[in-house]
Structures are given as structure tokens and as C-alpha cells.
């Protein structure tokens, strides 16, 4: 089968075949995969950044968002059959750890996490467990979903994780209005009432940021500015800021745009925090981090999608154009989440 393959860090990967994989264990699921997400992790794990926590053995094939048809699964399985459409929660979890007995999927002691630590969805077909496949409700394509197991998830989770104390009159700010940031904005305004203002470099990301409905757009250009005009907007500051960029100076303004007492939900990293502990002390703000989601989040998830309140805008690459993509990816091009199709 096809599939992309990273060999070396620093270098793009390939694309070339490698064999079907196998049923090894009686939990397994084996799917045909009908999309694959692409996102700044990809970029992030060509580059080598996840080699020193999760020790990958290369070469191995990428793709950590992954949507699918269950093709066959082990002798255990009996939450899918094949032919089922499925979404695919990025890890692998156990189910027998204390992480897992109390839902905390992403921190399984036991977890395989395919397309980071092992073979991914980026090829024809990949193997999960039935632990990580979600059905999806009659009707929902895939492809149009594929993302939302990774980026998708990390958004709603954040958003989840906050949502008890964005009630009416609070104000939420989102930086970064992409691939995640999309999708934040559309979770904020299914499951919360805070006014949302969006922050992005880009007008077409704004555009898009305004076309769902989000309340206020600010462009990035100087720093100084955009402290400005959200204090402005927020009369004095953010409850919350969620930065789903985490990076090239965004990491540095987010918690300069909090009101005292507000929280700072780090999404998107390669930055890095520099806040003096006095400032964290005597404003009483907090920095919260955030890594995929649980299970159940993607389920909710998946209940707003199939109510067509949450809805993936991707751009489609066939398999074969993944290095195009990832080109695009890296140079700003794609707005929304850009989807590799077998």
C-alpha cells in the first residue's frame, strides 16, 4: 500500500509502499483510511521536536488524524464491525491504567500514539484498536472529519476544560483563527456565551474567523496595538485567552491580554513561556495546558458535528501531493486544515 513515510528529521518525507498491516492482538481494529488530517505537528515531528518524548523508530509513516471504514477487526471487538465508518482518537490507550479508569485517555501509561510513535493514517490503511474508534452518525463523510481527531479534539477539549467559567458577560480571546483555531471558535460559540474576539496574521483566516460568527477580528501586526484594542474590546481584558499558535511571539502577548484572575490555555506550542512569577502571583492568572482529549470529548465532538454546529473547513491533497501540502502548510498557504485523501 501507499503511505508517507518520515526517514530522516529535518528532511521531507517520502511516499512509497510498504506492506498492509495485521491484525496482532484481539483489540485490534484494522481501517481503510479515507482521509488523513495534516497540521503544525507534522511540521513540528518532521523537524524532530517529538523525538525526545517519544523516541519513534525510523522510518515509520505519519499521520496522527484519521478517519476511516473499519476493514477488519481482532477476536475481542465488538463495538465495530467492518464497513462501519469511524473517526480514530489519536492514541491507543489501555484501558487498565488509573489514567484510563478515569477517562484521561490522553495520558494513558500504555498508549501508542500512531502517526507520532508509531505507523499513522497517512497511507491506505493503518491499525488502531477499538478502544480509539468513535462511529460516525449516518451521513458524515470521513474526510469532512478526519482533522477533527486531533486538531478538532485539542480545540474542543481546551474549550471544554474553560466552559464552566465562560458564562454571559465573560470574554474569551482566540489567537490564531487556523487548522485549530477554526474550530475553537465554533466550540466557543456552540457550548459557551462569551464574546470572542480573534486574533491572526492573515486577512483570509479573519474573514473566515468573522464568517462563523465570531464577535470582534484584530490583524497582528504590532504587538502594542493588539494589547490595545483588546483591552479596549474587553474593557480591561480577557477571562480567557486560548493560543493556539504558541509560538513566534503569540506565546509572549497572551498573557498580557488577561484581566487579573483570567487563565491563559496554551494549544498550539514551540515557543516559550516567560512569565515572572511575581506577575502570575499578583494577578492570580493562570497558564493551563492542554494535550489532545479525552474519548468522551471526541464523542461530543462528533454529537456537534452531526448537529452541523461544528464544521471543518479543509483543503484536499490526494496522498500522493503530501510533500505539495506540506509545502503549502509551512509557507501559510492553506486556510482551515489541509486533508491528505488516499
Known amino acids: 500500500m501507499r503511505a508517507v513515510r518520515l526517514s530522516e528529521y529535518g ?34 515531528i518532521i523537524e524532530g521536536q517529538w523525538e525526545p518524548i517519544q523516541h519513534p523508530t525510523l522510518p515509520y509513516t505519519l499521520g496522527h488524524e484519521n478517519a476511516g471504514w473499519v476493514r477488519a477487526v481482532g477476536s475481542a471487538v465488538t463495538n465495530v464491525v467492518p464497513g462501519d465508518a469511524v473517526i480514530m482518537h489519536p492514541l491507543t490507550s489501555c484501558g487498565l491504567c488509573l489514567a484510563c479508569r478515569v477517562g484521561q485517555d490522553s495520558h494513558c501509561e500504555n498508549a501508542l500514539f500512531p502517526g507520532i510513535n508509531t505507523d499513522g493514517g497517512m497511507a491506505q490503511q493503518m491499525r488502531t484498536n477499538a478502544r480509539a474508534v468513535v462511529k460516525l452518525a449516518p451521513g458524515i463523510e470521513p474526510k469532512k472529519v478526519a482533522a477533527l481527531a486531533d486538531a478538532g479534539l485539542t480545540a474542543y477539549h481546551a474549550v471544554r476544560k474553560a466552559s464552566d467559567t465562560l458564562f454571559p458577560g465573560t470574554h474569551a480571546v482566540v489567537i490564531g483563527a487556523g487548522g485549530l483555531g477554526h474550530i475553537g471558535i465554533q466550540s466557543l460559540l456552540a457550548i459557551t456565551s462569551a ?73 498550539g506550542y514551540g515557543g516559550q513561556l516567560n512569565n515572572l512569577t511575581i506577575d502570575i502571583i499578583s494577578r492570580e492568572i493562570n497558564v493551563v495546558g492542554n494535550l489532545v482529549g479525552s474519548y468522551h470529548d471526541l464523542v461530543e465532538l462528533m454529537t456537534l458535528t452531526a448537529q452541523n454546529r461544528v464544521k471543518l473547513h479543509t483543503v484536499d491533497y490526494p496522498l500522493d501531493a503530501a510533500v505539495d501540502a506540506i509545502s503549502d502548510l509551512a509557507n501559510g498557504h492553506v486556510v482551515g486544515r489541509a486533508i491528505l485523501v488516499p
Open 11 to 44: 528532511k521531507l518525507p517520502s511516499i512509497g509502499e510498504v506492506p498492509e498491516p495485521e491484525l496482532t492482538g484481539p483489540w485490534d481494529v484494522i481501517v481503510d483510511v479515507g482521509a488523513a488530517g495534516l497540521c503544525r505537528t507534522d511540521l513540528h
Open 195 to 267: 464574546e470572542i474576539t480573534v486574533i491572526d496574521r492573515s486577512e483570509p483566516a479573519l474573514e473566515l474567523a468573522l464568517a462563523l460568527k465570531a464577535h470582534h477580528t484584530i490583524l497582528f501586526t504590532d504587538p502594542e496595538d493588539v494589547l490595545a484594542q483588546v483591552l479596549d474590546i474587553t474593557s480591561g481584558g480577557a477571562h480567557v485567552v486560548f493560543d493556539f499558535v504558541g509560538e513566534e511571539g503569540a506565546e509572549q502577548l497572551a498573557p498580557r491580554l488577561l484581566r487579573n484572575r483570567g487563565s491563559h490555555y496554551v494549544i
